[in-house]
């Protein structure tokens, strides 16, 4: 494998993760997992302080495997129960009666959580106390990225390099574009990327369990009634939709199951994949046609989001969709400019979608880019493509910088006014 595709390889297995729980509020467990792990007994008290993306982001989600909703019950059970081991799947291994403990220590008002001003969009500064003894956790750019722990006041541990999400940068010293991305996903040996396979399971899951139980809105459990009842047609389009959204009810509504996120979203995971996994199905294709597929969706969508910051007023989901429908094209034995002309369609459909925190309706928003994907994709079969219209240029590299702009320059008021109005 050469350079550009070792780096492109290095690229997916960074962002490309399993997470369990919406990562912003999993952050916040992870810092306090790391602090009372420093501490002789569990902590008596946390204070946690958050930049204003990361609060906006924990308000209204539920935590897996506590039944409750916010950074205060992550960072309590995060602290008493979880495995500072674990990365984003710090609260695997929870129980009732640990969450109950952490109840109480929130109840007594022993957990204290404040939005703090911080030039990086993912900040968490944990401090755990235990009698005299006091540890402080600080993670800073990206949502398992510690860059200082001290315990008493004495520096334990200190990274001041770059984080691995830090948005704009992450790609600086690599050769990449959506042509780049495409010969790599075409030309890779299989074996090198039979990896990214276990996205389609871990996602499959999470569908399968969002059309078993009840979480959040049933955004997809009420698809599939209305496809029962006959409001609906059971075709691919519907069905793909419903399995989509049904995976982001699950994510969103605390199962305890984990998602291969993508670029730190567990939604985005999913819409990266799911869809890509139903059209694979459909063709019938080989498992490496859907390992290539997915390459495609997965790598697509991290290259187009580091034009913007990790966190902001605009839905991932877009992007992540439009990557999707690069990949549906793929699988449809369409070619690269067909491609690009799914890409084109997606961001020139729904751009306009922004983010208002992690919540239960993300997964409407999943359902309305997961839509619009599918609809890029069945245009770009037909030559028929957005272009020269709006932000959308005629050449795709332009279409991506134009989305980075909109997004850093163009949407930081929208960010903060979110906020205010949600914090208000």
Same mark, same amino acid.
């Given at each position: 494998m050469n350079n550009q595709w070792q780096q492109y390889k290095h690229l997916l297995n960074t962002y490309v993760k399993p997470a369990l729980g919406c990562t912003e509020p999993i952050s916040a467990a992870y810092a306090s997992a790391i602090a009372a792990s420093m501490l002789s007994q569990t902590p008596e008290q946390i204070t946690v302080q958050v930049s204003d993306n990361l609060y906006k982001n924990s308000m209204g989600v539920f935590v897996p495997g506590t039944g409750k909703i916010g950074l205060p019950i992550a960072a309590a059970v995060g602290a008493i129960a979880g495995d500072p081991n674990a990365g984003l799947e710090v609260l695997a291994k929870i129980t009732a009666e640990q969450v109950e403990e952490a109840q109480g220590l929130i109840d007594a008002g022993k957990v204290i959580v404040e939005r703090t001003h911080s030039s990086e969009f993912i900040y968490c500064h944990v401090k755990a106390q235990y009698q005299h003894d006091i540890a402080i956790v600080e993670i800073s750019g990206g949502h398992t990225h510690i860059t200082k722990t001290t315990l008493n006041g004495k520096l334990v541990f200190s990274n001041n390099s770059c984080s691995p999400t830090n948005a704009s940068h992450i790609c600086d010293d690599i050769d990449i574009s959506i042509q780049g991305i495409?010969?790599?996903?075409?030309?890779?040996?299989?074996?090198?990327?039979?990896?990214?396979?276990?996205?389609?399971? %871990?996602? /499959?899951? %999470?569908?399968?369990?969002?059309?078993?139980?009840?979480?959040?809105?049933?955004?997809?459990? =009420?698809?599939?009634?209305?496809?029962?009842?006959?409001?609906?047609?059971?075709? %691919?389009?519907? =069905?793909?939709?419903?399995? =989509?959204?049904?995976? /982001?009810?699950?994510?969103?509504?605390?199962? =305890? %199951?984990?998602?291969? /996120?993508n670029y730190g979203s567990g939604n985005q995971g999913i819409a990266a994949t799911i869809p890509v996994v139903m059209i694979a199905k459909h063709y019938q294709v080989s498992d490496e046609q859907l390992a290539r597929a997915l390459i495609l969706s997965h790598l697509g969508a991290i290259y187009i989001k580091q034009h913007y910051p990790p966190l902001s007023a605009f839905c991932g989901n877009t992007v992540t969709s439009a990557a999707a429908a690069m990949a549906m094209v793929y699988l449809a034995n369409g070619n690269y400019e067909q491609s690009c002309y799914a890409i084109q369609n997606v961001l020139s459909d729904c751009s306009g979608m922004v983010c208002d925190g992690a919540k239960s309706t993300c997964a409407m928003k999943v359902k309305t880019s997961t839509s619009s994907a599918i609809t890029a994709f069945m245009l770009a079969m037909n030559d028929a493509h957005a272009f020269d219209q709006g932000i959308i240029a005629r050449d795709i590299e332009t279409s991506i910088r134009n989305i980075g702009k909109l997004v850093t320059n163009g949407m930081a008021n929208t960010d903060a006014t979110i906020i205010n109005i949600m914090s208000a």
């Open positions: 495409y010969d790599y996903a075409m030309g890779a040996d299989f074996a090198d990327i039979a990896f990214i396979l276990d996205a389609a399971k %871990l996602n /499959s899951h %999470l569908a399968d369990e969002g059309l078993k139980h009840a979480y959040g809105l049933q955004v997809g459990r =009420t698809i599939e009634k209305n496809i029962q009842s006959g409001f609906m047609a059971a075709d %691919l389009n519907n =069905t793909i939709v419903m399995r =989509t959204s049904a995976a /982001s009810d699950a994510r969103m509504g605390g199962a =305890t %199951l984990p998602a291969m /996120s």
